[in-house]
């Protein structure tokens, strides 16, 4: 291994950031250069926005590569997840 692969990172996260935040619908919006994940907590006739994540194109496509590999890894400890169903009502964006 060179230096360079067996350095550690270490991440430090303040306790309010460590509870995390519930999301129930996620808008995305790209451009030539980025990808913007929105995540909204949405309770009709309101929502907020929780979070707001900017990313690469090259970093958005490992994550949804990184995302696949767990949700087979989950399914094949739990069991296949039943997709929920979309929104019926708009709440003023389309996907």
């Known amino acids: 291994m060179t ?20 999301s129930n619908m996620m808008q995305i919006l790209h451009t030539k250069e980025e990808f913007v994940l929105d995540f909204l907590n949405v ?34 400890m739990h069991g296949k997840i039943e997709e929920a169903e979309a929104p019926k009502s708009s709440i003023g964006f389309q996907a």
């Not at 230096?3 to 306790?15: L, T």
């Not at 929502?47 to 990313?55: E, H, P």
């Open 43 to 76: 309770f009709p006739p309101t929502g907020t926005l929780n979070s707001r994540v900017i990313l690469s194109p090259g970093h958005f496509k490992r994550m949804i590569k990184a995302m696949g590999e767990n949700l087979q890894k989950y399914e094949t």
């Open 3 to 22: 230096e360079q692969q067996s350095q550690q990172i270490q991440i430090k996260a303040s306790d309010e950031k460590l509870k995390g935040e519930y």
